[in-house]
């Protein structure tokens, strides 16, 4: 009989659901979904559209003033970019708004065409976006050089800096970047103070004030930091400074609308194409953005106790895209600015809370009625405050992270030529400059490679960095011909091209090294072979595959670069093995001794060389695990795998049913002592930190027990099973309420019987003398955990109050990046983890 054999009800999950005719109620079930095309506002969404309001209105009004447009028209494209790209967009938490990147670009569309015709060139964006958008070419604009895209936003960014700071100083900015930079130094000689003042104290309190400490931090963290920044420097001008240059509306009477544009056609074509390559451009990253802070937060729970977030759906870039060129289109015809998705209102949005679009939508609406209603309001708010909060934004394009990304993949150069360019030349002209340096730079690592030989023990390395190309053959022919015949030789490739006559050099010289008795062995750059089938290094041999599916050791053959076929001294010693001492199945695979030979080859060849500096530093110092981790002997249970942990981390126990025997329960005829001896010495000579029981799903140990008859035979495997019938009078019993799974009822007697032995062990683990003494002190925490194998999910138990006759045991999801689960079940109100 089998310990542990999986159940029926462990394949899946959904198989193993009671039936509505069980009368058994699921819960936690979802609500049915709301019929199509209803729109529906939930408070989350009411709650986070004003938060984005707050801060889309400065914002709104701080670009117009630093594209010198009319101050109406950023408050015109926030409502349009929210309501319309809102509706119709396939980023339904993207909120858009007035361009933060086409700041430079449309302030010298104004300086050079004037307001209307600029408003013409929005248009005709627009309707190149939604052309695009409608031929599908939304992923096509993302297959550009990450360091160009995000260098133009950087370009973009310290330009708007620079401008905004010559605004927070009184006075009117240059036209270019390299300009404004050149002549601040004269304007930090003269000016008046007032306006500093305000733009620092507005600076100031944006850096700040998500910082407050304490609890009045956390309360005062809800309001956005633009909004409390602009409030308090308003009120701050309004006391000290009356006199200030503020915030001008003009009536809606003399709102400017859009006119035939005048001037060259190739210019105005070249403005076109502009306005849209950056505009779409930024409203893509942010979409991209946008999924990944929603992906991140759904697997949180809300802090408000609400329903959990809503499953992420991924963006329709083309649909989004289409959205961003109606949008435009109509902002254009209406006296607007430009419009784009922005990362700033968009991931406020996500961190507000926002469920739907209907967030996005409202926020539209907020902003259209404050700039009928709020008019007087706005005007209060100083100019320099603006260009405060906008000199902050461009800032914060220039992001620190995507400098890290971009050096650590070797891009730093294309970035830098993009920044420069956008910097000195203009936006169009840098993304040019940085398509040049990425071709140049492409060109020179797949033309550029170098080739070492090195000798070590009579073993050559030939190490070959690089792409290997026509013309790398003859350093490559030179350098392999001075190697002696029949030598022992490993080819290290570090590179993902290699052209034909590459590949026919190192053929010749593979078959003559062969021929002459040499042995070469061919790696990548970490050491592991390459001289593999695909099929077998990429889906047969990856890490954690069962001996049955490794296929690779069926052949015992390795495929040398010239595609011949030669068997290591290895391989032929297995092979001897397998075909005159060990049996194969029906279908002719190897099994038994053959595959654990297999195995224990292949961890010496790719495994052992990686582990191997770990393990002799184990070997000197000695082991000092932090775990005791007692699991069930199931070979389905791989806790290496699950824990993710390595040589050293744990220190492992697996008996049949990870069973805790009670103190004194051992006998020298049943040898129960042996769980026994190992938690005293994990507790008293190793100092474990903390004990983790792990029971599983399927588990054969729990099924025998719930079928067991009432005499059972006396035989070893029963004498250790009797150590379970606490768990199974346990979940019998009125006394204690039954463990689960949050979320959902066990699927069945044996799974509740599972989560119940992990409950009842830890009883029995608590009764060890050593374990108490640690625990009175405070040294040793304790843990349950239950791993359900068919769905590859972990679980760990938890106690929480309940309004019955004990506390219930709840067993929560270990969902992905919850690094600090533990500490965060800890502090969570009314629960602790188990001990």
Not at 190 to 215: D, K, M, Q
């Amino acid at each position: 009989m089998s310990a542990c054999v999986p159940t029926r009800n462990d394949r899946s999950s959904r198989s193993s659901r009671p039936s509505r005719a069980s009368g058994i109620k699921r819960p936690h079930s979802p609500p049915s979904s709301p019929r199509r095309g209803r729109f529906r506002v939930s408070g989350a969404d009411l709650s986070a559209s004003i938060t984005v309001f707050l801060i889309a209105v400065p914002m709104s009004l701080g670009l117009a003033v630093a594209m010198d447009a009319p101050l109406a028209a950023g408050l015109v494209s926030a409502a349009i970019g929210g309501i319309v790209a809102g509706l119709l967009g396939g980023t339904p938490l993207q909120v858009s708004g007035p361009s933060a990147g086409l700041t430079v670009v449309t302030a010298e569309l104004i300086q050079i065409y004037g307001w209307r015709t600029t408003c013409a060139i929005t248009v005709g964006a627009g309707l190149l976006q939604i052309l695009l958008g409608s031929l599908r070419a939304a992923r096509s604009a993302l297959a550009v050089s990450p360091a160009i895209v995000h260098g133009t936003l950087a370009g973009i960014g310290v330009a708007i800096a620079l401008a905004q700071l010559h605004i927070v100083f009184g006075e009117v900015p240059r036209s270019s970047a390299l300009d404004n930079a050149l002549s601040l130094p004269s304007r930090l000689t003269h000016f008046e103070p007032a306006g500093p003042l305000i733009g620092a104290l507005t600076v100031a309190l944006l850096v700040l004030w998500p910082r407050l400490p304490g609890r009045i931090g956390a309360s005062l963290g809800r309001i956005p930091a633009a909004l409390a920044a602009v409030v308090t420097a308003t009120a701050v001008a309004a006391v000290a400074t009356p006199g200030i240059a503020r915030v001008d509306l003009p009536s809606w009477r003399a709102h400017a609308l859009p006119e035939l544009p005048h001037g060259p056609v190739a210019a105005l074509a070249t403005a076109v194409f502009t306005v849209m390559l950056v505009a779409s451009l930024e409203s893509l990253l942010a979409a991209v953005s946008v999924d990944k802070l929603a992906a991140d937060r759904s697997m949180a729970t809300p802090k408000d106790g609400s329903a959990p977030y809503p499953p992420v759906k991924r963006s329709d870039l083309d649909r989004e895209l289409r959205a961003q060129g109606i949008a435009n289109a109509v902002s254009g015809l209406a006296g607007g600015l430009a419009v784009s998705g922005g990362a700033v209102r968009s991931s406020a949005n996500v961190r507000a809370g926002a469920r739907s679009r209907a967030s996005t939508v409202l926020h539209g609406v907020w902003v259209l009625l404050a700039s009928v209603l709020l008019v007087t309001v706005l005007e209060w708010i100083p100019l320099a405050a603006l260009a405060a909060l906008v000199m902050v934004v461009g800032v914060q394009m220039v992001s620190f992270a995507h400098i890290r990304k971009v050096h650590r993949h070797r891009e730093f150069l294309v970035y830098g030529a993009t920044i420069s360019g956008v910097i000195l030349a203009g936006v169009l002209q840098g993304v040019a400059i940085g398509i040049v340096v990425a071709v140049a730079v492409a060109l020179h690592r797949l033309a550029h490679t170098r080739i070492t030989v090195t000798e070590r023990d009579g073993r050559y390395l030939v190490a070959a960095r690089g792409q290997l190309t026509f013309l790398a053959v003859p350093r490559l022919s030179r350098l392999l011909g001075k190697l002696p015949q029949g030598v022992d030789a490993v080819v290290e490739l570090d590179g993902f091209f290699m052209d034909h006559a590459a590949y026919e050099t190192i053929q010749d010289w593979y078959a003559a090294q062969t021929a002459m008795g040499g042995r070469v062995e061919f790696t990548g750059r970490s050491g592991g072979r390459i001289a593999e089938p695909a099929s077998a290094s990429h889906s047969c041999c990856r890490p954690w595959t069962p001996w049955r599916n490794h296929h690779c050791h069926d052949g015992t053959q390795d495929i040398s670069p010239t595609g011949a076929t030669g068997a290591s001294p290895v391989v032929h010693a297995v092979s001897k093995l397998s075909s005159s001492t060990v049996p194969r199945s029906s279908a002719g695979r190897p099994h038994g001794a053959h595959r654990l030979l297999s195995g224990l080859s292949s961890f010496q060849r790719t495994t052992a060389p990686l582990v191997r500096d770990e393990l002799a530093r184990l070997a000197a110092e000695g082991q000092r695990p932090s775990q005791l981790f007692l699991t069930c002997a199931d070979s389905r249970l791989v806790t290496s795998m699950i824990t993710a942990s390595g040589p050293g981390d744990l220190f492992t126990v697996r008996n049949v049913g990870n069973l805790v025997p009670p103190p004194g329960a051992g006998d020298a005829a049943s040898g129960d002592d042996s769980v026994a001896a190992a938690i005293e010495y994990a507790v008293d000579v190793l100092g474990v930190e903390s004990i983790t029981i792990c029971g599983h799903s399927g588990c054969g140990a729990m099924q025998a027990l719930s079928e067991a008859p009432p005499e059972t035979p006396g035989t070893p495997l029963w004498r250790w099973l009797r150590h379970g019938l606490p768990s199974l009078d346990r979940m019998h019993s009125r006394h204690h309420s039954w463990a689960r799974i949050t979320g959902r009822l066990p699927t069945d007697a044996v799974e509740q019987l599972c989560l119940t032995n992990v409950v009842q062990q830890l009883e029995h683990l608590r009764a060890h003398g050593s374990v108490a003494r640690r625990l009175a002190a405070g040294t040793l925490q304790l843990h349950g955990m239950y791993f359900h194998v068919g769905e590859a999910q972990a679980y760990l138990l938890i106690e929480g109050a309940s309004s019955g006759t004990g506390p219930d045991e709840v067993f929560v999801r270990v969902a992905p990046g919850a690094e600090h689960g533990i500490e965060a079940l800890r502090t969570a109100p009314g629960t602790t983890v188990s001990a």
